[in-house]
């Protein structure tokens, strides 16, 4: 009776979508627009084993203790011991869950084997949860990827995904849930001086948060806003969400909702001036998010917590905004362990327009010919900016909506400093 219900050129696009998919499938292509009714969980690295919150809502959303879990420690120096240790956590709080031996650094079989195991196929296809570990996400990629190819263990795994079970990753493991990644990108510096390779410092991801956003870890702790602005603009992307450590982006639908911090990036209005002949942006919205806070695709709308909704309201605009803070900072590291973030709440709760701070290396290699080059970062408060705090949760944590980022080169003097003279 479908095609009764059905226009003709409605079904018959939805009949081709459908065969488009599985002659994507059976030549080893995932379509990451195809999520299914999965939830997709990025951990910002640094997974506390006492974070009961996470820990209880990876358990929640694969359908409760009841579900079976299976985890790779492919990305790990150690694949069987990360694994292991992530097995004893979920068996610890009541859940079955088993590790699956996928690594090149394991000997009794090769991973280019591993990945085509009709058993291992077997145990993805059996669970409703998968979790990868962190490590090296190139290791991961190249081992369920390879060539931008889906081996048959990475399309059980998306068969999971699109049943509706949880796919999750801590550090590395959250690196590969975008279409894009950073393979190797130590120097987030030299990311924001142009090193930004395809194959090198950059690689695709497994594509499990869909094609709309993209995702970096260990965000706050490490400054990382440095590098996701350049591959954002590079790559085309308007959103990107960096988890801090001990924190989680979850994914179900079109909605992110957080668990402990994240930092939004928003380059929907952003511009850049190709003149200045190094990276620049303007007219960035960044948001600071908390545990609750949530955010829709593809628009990346933020909305506090409950809790937040019931606290402070810092609202620049408003006839009652009575600011704490008193005097702008400068800072001379911008991207340093959770500057950004600091800034953020300041400048919301600040008297002050805006707050400033600069990234340079202070000590460049004679082989780099672009020692000299720095950044400053411009926050501002701007249209629609607007914070929320809270002592509910024991803490005075922010919540930031849409201040305004602006980064522009700038040149560092060589040498920083010389001795005082009289």
Request: no cysteine.
């Amino acid at each position: 009776m479908l095609h009764r219900l059905l226009h003709p050129a409605t079904l018959f696009a939805a009949v081709a979508t459908v065969l488009f998919s599985l002659a994507a499938q059976a030549q080893g292509v995932i379509d990451p627009n195809q999520r299914g009714q999965g939830t997709a969980v990025a951990i910002g690295g640094g997974l506390k084993s006492d974070n009961d919150e996470i820990y209880n809502r990876l358990i929640a959303a694969a359908g409760g203790k009841s579900a079976r879990w299976v985890v790779f420690g492919t990305g790990s120096e150690n694949p069987t011991g990360s694994a292991d240790g992530v097995v004893q956590q979920f068996r610890q709080r009541g859940v079955t869950a088993v590790a699956l031996p996928v690594s090149p650094l394991l000997k009794d079989k090769p991973v280019a084997d591993a990945v085509r195991d009709p058993a291992l196929v077997a145990q993805v296809q059996a669970a409703q949860g998968v979790y990868f570990t962190g490590g090296a996400q190139a290791r991961i990629v190249d081992a369920f990827q390879p060539g931008g190819q889906a081996t048959p263990l990475l399309q059980a795994i998306w068969a999971v995904y699109r049943a509706g079970g949880v796919v999750a990753g801590t550090s590395a493991g959250a690196a590969i849930m975008s279409t894009t990644m950073f393979r190797d990108a130590p120097d987030v510096l030299g990311a924001m001086k142009g090193k930004l390779r395809d194959g090198q410092e950059v690689d695709r991801g497994l594509g499990f948060m869909g094609p709309a956003l993209f995702v970096d870890q260990h965000f706050l702790k490490r400054g990382r806003i440095g590098r996701m602005l350049p591959l954002l603009q590079a790559k085309g992307y308007t959103l990107g969400l960096g988890v801090e450590e001990n924190s989680a982006a979850v994914l179900h639908g079109d909605t992110v909702e957080v668990i402990g911090r994240a930092l939004l990036v928003n380059l929907a209005e952003a511009r850049s001036d190709a003149g200045l002949g190094a990276f620049n942006v303007s007219n960035v919205r960044v948001s600071l998010l908390d545990t609750g806070d949530s955010l829709r695709l593809p628009g990346g709308q933020m909305t506090p917590s409950a809790a937040k909704l019931k606290g402070q309201v810092l609202d620049p605009a408003a006839a009652g905004y009575k600011p704490y803070y008193s005097e702008p900072p400068f800072y001379v590291d911008m991207l340093g362990d959770n500057v950004i973030g600091t800034a953020m709440g300041l400048l919301i709760d600040g008297s002050f327009a805006d707050v400033r701070g600069i990234a340079f290396h202070p000590r460049p290699p004679a082989s780099d010919a672009q020692g000299a080059l720095g950044f400053e970062f411009l926050l501002s408060k701007g249209p629609g900016s607007m914070g929320w705090t809270t002592e509910a949760g024991g803490g005075e944590d922010y919540t930031v909506r849409d201040l305004r980022l602006a980064v522009r080169p700038i040149r560092m003097a060589q040498p920083m400093y010389t001795p005082w003279a009289r």
